[in-house]
């Protein structure tokens, strides 16, 4: 084979095997990236057969890393971090500190030196944006107040993560190059001048990367907040799509290159800083739209690059250290996590959830490591350690989610137990005149976000009065303040549903977008009232016909109902009359379902040879 065609072979394997076993992942229900990592092992110098080029994979996967970080940038949304900062914030700093601190006790338990178990305790610490992103968007939480709160938390942690890279090399080339042998030297001299030396060093190095990165961000304030966003509109206005793709490339890749060459920052703060700068520009949306498939592209050669690195061997020789590790992993940011979320007041079965979605580590704690080893601090037996750990943790993140449901059900059995372990959040009802006696035949509604104040401004038009429950304090004032009786809390909390009277209510409506917690409402206010009629919100054939089985009256499905709207607009549009665009509706209405996912169950058998 020619050398030439060494990058195509690279591409071509990387590409086919990660789709083979990241399509197995699938179809057992695991997240595609294991299938991702196990394909790197499979192409891997540690398991036989053909082997693909690393040095040239990991070219291609220092281009996923713009790409991602990139991505993160763009998206990046100070406003909503600051929606959620009270426990997004707070909540991510202790979670890293500890989990950090965890993982370093037990690098230091092993004999490693301290830069080494900070690396490996700092990579430990760092939970796979990508990995909790897929997980909220499969349950029906990304638009929730706990998902917003996962995602301020998740760029809490990424802007740590980002600063780290910054000062990890110039820190760690500090004290591992010159700063420990002197220490050590001064030491053996029985004096303290190298090790003052050392620390005036470190202050050093520690400025002036600081002031690098202050001009490299400054001049991306000054010139390239007006520079970027004028040429991709520029190039937006030509009309052509190919050209505007290019210049977001241009623009990510570029940044990144140059920041490197000029400012000595890493690839990964250029990107996304360029990504925060587009992301100002209201053709941010478009440009992630155009850069998406390539950073998804890149970002499998990432993940594979990474298995790579993986020797399976540490499994078999090394189990007791893995397990340790991911242990580390799951007690650091999953246990950990939950804890900080009950002590910041947030319901603690809402904590537990979100907790798990946290038990991994992913793609950060790949860079950190390789930095790491790059600067000598990490031996590739760790790098090895860690990745294990990683793909460890990622698997078993399902079965995580599923211990925490069943731990969030035994505990609701149990309401005083659960009053006890959130002491710190004792439930508060807002309340308005209108509600100085006991209501009776009124609506309750669960959440009061997007979907449930349409539906409290259609009970108020008609004059059905309601009692709406909402998690957000915030959203609680502003109805009171509108004169909507609101009880503030978790309705998955028998004391707080109790301040809705659902003995004496004709309706439920569940707004909130999380299934689960859905159904435990259903339960709390069937076993009060068997025969109030409830309507309820869903994301997928399962759920309704999950909550079908339920017999509650009506489980509507977003999607559907939207394409219900938009098909009804799209005859009228047509010049079909109002009583046949309705007739046609109401039809697909009263239809059978049509799956959402698998549509081959509707063509005959025969055509599918």
Same mark, same amino acid.
């Given at each position: 084979m020619h050398v030439q065609t060494g990058l195509l072979v690279t591409l071509a394997a990387a590409f086919g095997v990660a789709f083979v076993f990241g399509l197995i992942a699938a179809k057992l229900k695991m997240p595609p990236l294991v299938g991702y990592l196990l394909a790197g092992i499979a192409l891997g110098p540690h398991s036989p057969g053909y082997v693909s080029d690393i040095s040239i994979a990991s070219q291609l996967a220092e281009i996923g890393v713009i790409l991602l970080m990139f991505g993160v940038g763009l998206h990046f949304s100070p406003g909503d971090l600051m929606r959620v900062r009270r426990i997004a914030l707070p909540g991510a700093m202790l979670q890293l500190g500890i989990a950090l601190g965890l993982g370093a006790l037990l690098a230091f338990s092993w004999g490693w030196e301290p830069p080494a178990a900070f690396v490996f305790g700092l990579s430990l610490s760092v939970a796979s944006t990508v990995v909790v992103l897929r997980v909220l968007e499969d349950r029906g939480l990304l638009d929730s107040l706990d998902g917003r709160i996962a995602v301020g938390w998740l760029v809490a942690e990424d802007l740590v993560v980002v600063v780290a890279l910054v000062l990890l090399p110039a820190v760690l080339e500090t004290l591992g190059a010159s700063g420990v042998a002197e220490a050590a030297s001064g030491a053996a001299h029985g004096s303290g001048a190298a090790a003052s030396g050392v620390g005036f060093g470190l202050v050093k190095v520690v400025v002036i990367t600081v002031?690098?990165?202050?001009?490299? *961000?400054?001049?991306?304030?000054?010139?390239?907040?007006?520079?970027?966003?004028?040429?991709?509109?520029?190039?937006?206005?030509?009309?052509?799509?190919?050209?505007?793709? %290019?210049?977001?490339?241009?623009?990510?890749?570029?940044?990144?290159?140059?920041?490197?060459?000029?400012?000595?920052?890493?690839?990964?703060?250029?990107?996304?800083?360029?990504?925060?700068?587009?992301?100002?520009?209201?053709?941010? =949306?478009?440009?992630?739209?155009?850069?998406?498939?390539?950073?998804?592209?890149? &970002?499998?050669?990432?993940?594979?690059?990474?298995?790579?690195?993986?020797?399976?061997?540490?499994?078999?020789?090394?189990?007791?250290?893995?397990?340790?590790?991911?242990? /580390?992993?799951? /007690?650091? +940011?999953?246990?950990?996590?939950?804890?900080?979320?009950?002590?910041?007041?947030?319901?603690?079965?809402?904590?537990?959830?979100?907790?798990?979605?946290?038990?991994?580590?992913?793609?950060?704690?790949?860079?950190? &490591?390789?930095?790491?080893?790059?600067l000598g601090v990490l031996t590739e037996e760790a790098r090895s350690l860690i990745l294990a750990a990683a793909l460890v943790t990622i698997v078993? +993140?399902?079965?995580?989610?599923? %211990?925490?449901?069943?731990?969030?059900?035994?505990?609701?059995?149990?309401?005083?137990?659960?009053?006890?372990?959130?002491?710190?959040?004792?439930? $508060?009802?807002?309340?308005?005149? %209108?509600?100085?006696?006991?209501?009776?035949?009124?609506? *309750?509604?669960?959440? =009061?976000?997007?979907?449930?104040?349409?539906?409290?401004?259609?009970?108020?038009?008609?004059?059905?009065?309601? *009692?709406?429950?909402?998690?957000?304090?915030?959203?609680?004032?502003?109805?009171?303040?509108?004169?909507?009786?609101?009880?503030?809390?978790?309705?998955?909390?028998?004391?707080?549903?109790?301040?809705?009277?659902?003995?004496?209510? $004709?309706?439920?409506?569940?707004?909130?977008?999380?299934? =689960?917690?859905?159904?435990? /409402?259903?339960?709390?206010?069937?076993?009060? +009232?068997?025969?109030?009629?409830?309507?309820? $919100?869903?994301? +997928?054939?399962?759920?309704?016909?999950?909550?079908?089985?339920?017999?509650?009256?009506?489980?509507?499905?977003?999607?559907?109902?939207?394409?219900?709207?938009?098909? =009804?607009?799209?005859?009228?549009?047509?010049?079909?009359?109002?009583?046949?665009?309705?007739?046609? *509706?109401?039809t697909l209405r009263g239809g059978a379902r049509m799956p959402t996912r698998e549509f081959s169950t509707i063509f005959p058998a025969q055509s599918r040879m």
């Open positions: 002031l690098k990165v202050a001009a490299f *961000i400054g001049l991306m304030a000054l010139v390239g907040r007006r520079a970027v966003p004028w040429l991709l509109t520029h190039v937006a206005r030509m009309g052509s799509r190919e050209l505007f793709t %290019l210049a977001v490339l241009a623009v990510s890749l570029g940044v990144a290159v140059g920041a490197a060459a000029l400012f000595g920052v890493s690839f990964a703060l250029g990107a996304f800083v360029a990504g925060v700068v587009i992301s100002e520009s209201d053709l941010s =949306y478009r440009a992630g739209a155009d850069a998406l498939p390539m950073q998804d592209a890149f &970002a499998v050669i990432f993940f594979v690059a990474a298995g790579m690195l993986i020797d399976p061997a540490v499994l078999l020789h090394e189990p007791g250290r893995v397990a340790l590790t991911s242990a /580390v992993i799951i /007690v650091g +940011n999953t246990v950990v996590a939950a804890v900080v979320m009950v002590l910041l007041r947030h319901p603690l079965g809402a904590s537990l959830r979100l907790g798990a979605s946290f038990g991994q580590i992913g793609e950060f704690s790949f860079i950190l &490591a390789g930095i790491g080893v790059s078993l +993140n399902p079965l995580l989610f599923l %211990l925490m449901d069943q731990l969030a059900e035994f505990l609701a059995r149990y309401p005083r137990l659960l009053d006890r372990l959130e002491r710190q959040k004792a439930p $508060r009802l807002y309340s308005t005149d %209108l509600w100085m006696a006991t209501p009776a035949n009124h609506a *309750i509604l669960i959440g =009061y976000g997007r979907v449930g104040r349409t539906i409290g401004d259609a009970l108020q038009r008609v004059g059905v009065p309601f *009692i709406a429950i909402d998690q957000d304090r915030r959203v609680v004032d502003a109805m009171r303040t509108l004169g909507v009786t609101a009880v503030y809390g978790d309705a998955t909390r028998p004391g707080i549903l109790e301040h809705a009277k659902p003995e004496f209510a $004709r309706l439920l409506v569940v707004a909130t977008p999380d299934p =689960y917690h859905a159904r435990h /409402v259903i339960e709390l206010v069937r076993a009060k +009232n068997p025969d109030i009629d409830i309507i309820v $919100r869903t994301h +997928n054939d399962q759920e309704q016909e999950h909550f079908e089985r339920l017999g509650v009256s009506k489980a509507l499905m977003g999607e559907r109902e939207l394409a219900f709207g938009m098909a =009804y607009h799209s005859l009228r549009s047509i010049g079909c009359d109002d009583d046949r665009a309705d007739d046609v *509706i109401q």
